[in-house]
């Protein structure tokens, strides 16, 4: 594994912020392959095939299903949404990182078929921002809000099957935090060792 | 674990840097606390006690040896060489990191006894670059560097047992990679885990 990128699984309850984070972590490094990932619901207006997703049909999708293309996938609603296998690992084989922005329970279905990623958790700093970025929105009702955030205390409880855990009190020093964590990651002995023993000896 | 310090073990060959590395890494973090080692040897003019090292007498030393106040020990020529354990410990109890410069014999020691703890080995970037340190330095025979070399290679071997590898090309970057290693590990959920969840649910 040792010239392989490095898959960034960053996930957690929503409301934390992962996508502000993922966007100013691409920013702050480019190389970073971002995986896009597959639906079955109709594109919006504005959304790009490739760019924001891959458009798929119903059939196009079960038939990738069956012959485990997809890293993970779940169902919502009607819509069937997936991580295409194929794309990541052939990044990761060039030596490139990959980056996954994915909601709890999909980070953790990967985390089954590639535990050697590097699984991030991302946290608001208060229980309260959570539930006022919640509010936020105001797309929801009080019913809706109160699921959601009853829903993101439960994920919370699952933080432990990530190997770190970075609070989003501030963009930039949580993006900082996380870039830490890729750098110490390349700087393992497990990763570095083939190279070095041919380097040194 | 979650409040305690982090033990920082830097080790490597010797001719690797490790010590300049160290002295960048406090003046970066001034908050780290160096663990200042025993010794039986006589302080050399200007050395001070408690500061360089903590100058014991053979029966003081041995006296603490068996009372098992060491993380590790060694003897070199007439004069043993110890890492204090009280005072290591009630630093990281604190909260406080605490630096161990050592060498590599004396880092896998203390890893028996503190596994827990962040171990950093420290390479020069070439062979050659090894070989030129320890020449430049110019205070020992053929024979004596030849020795040296031998054993820095026989240590590279051993890297496999250490968490993480710098290497030195660059004294301001090798120590922004310590740093990095150093914000990762206070990531580690099984770190925050304990706090989070009392913070979140």
């Not at 896009?36 to 619901?41: L, N, P």
């Not at 009080?142 to 919370?156: P, Q």
């Not at 870039?179 to 083939?194: G, N, V």
Request: glycine share 8%.
């Amino acid at each position: 594994m040792e010239n392989r990128g490095l898959l960034i699984v960053i996930s957690g309850p929503s409301g934390a912020g992962k996508g502000t984070i993922c966007k100013a972590l691409l920013k702050k490094d480019p190389s970073i392959h971002v995986s896009v990932s597959a639906t079955t619901r109709p594109p919006r207006i504005g959304e790009v095939d490739g760019e924001n997703y891959y458009f798929l049909t119903m059939e196009e999708f079960k038939e990738r299903l069956e012959n485990e293309q997809f890293l993970e996938y779940a169902k919502v609603y009607d819509n069937y949404y997936g991580t295409p296998k194929e794309n990541v690992m052939e990044q990761l084989q060039k030596g490139k990182d990959v980056l996954l922005e994915i909601d709890t329970e999909g980070a953790l279905k990967v985390k089954e078929k590639f535990p050697e990623g590097v699984f991030i958790f991302i946290l608001p700093p208060k229980i309260e921002d959570l539930k006022s970025r919640i509010v936020g929105r105001g797309t929801e009702t009080e019913e809706d809000m109160e699921k959601r955030l009853n829903s993101a205390k439960e994920e919370i409880q699952k933080i432990h099957e990530y190997h770190y855990g970075v609070i989003n009190d501030d963009v930039d020093r949580a993006t900082g935090d996380v870039q830490s964590i890729l750098s110490a990651e390349k700087l393992k002995t497990e990763r570095i060792y083939p190279q070095w023993t041919e380097k040194y000896t």
